[in-house]
Nanobody, 124 residues
């Protein structure tokens, strides 16, 4: 059974930082493209960032480019999202996702497995 477990969410003041982690079990991590999405109340789930199998390519939504960094540790089956200079509009439930493709990309339908989500709240 494939499982994704996120951690690292919480409450932070605007301008602060958080680091999200997501550990995959049940399928080979090194052949799983990984992505982060988020969903704020009343909004659609939106793409945040993704990383290819080897970590050689990363992609970001324009709204987080320059502030967020995605990385992966294949030895630990874990993907990270370092979030700096957080803004109140970053407040959302953040979801980790895994894809059997080399690159999952922006489209949520390309991802086969999803975590339960972790809440990030940024106060002004």
């Amino acid at each position: 059974q494939v499982q994704l477990v996120e951690s690292g969410g919480g409450l932070v003041q605007g301008g602060g930082s958080l680091r999200l982690s997501c550990t995959l079990s049940g399928r080979p991590f090194s052949s799983s493209a990984m992505g982060w999405f988020r969903q704020a109340p009343g909004n659609e789930r939106e793409f945040v960032s993704c990383i290819t199998w080897t970590g050689g390519h990363t992609y970001y939504a324009d709204s987080v480019k320059g502030r967020f960094t995605i990385s992966r540790d294949n030895a630990k089956n874990t993907v990270f999202l370092q979030m700096n200079s957080l803004k109140p509009e970053d407040t959302a439930v953040y979801y980790c996702a895994a894809s059997r493709r080399f690159a999952g990309g922006y489209y949520s339908g390309n991802y086969d497995y999803w975590g339960q989500g972790t809440q990030v709240t940024v106060s002004s």
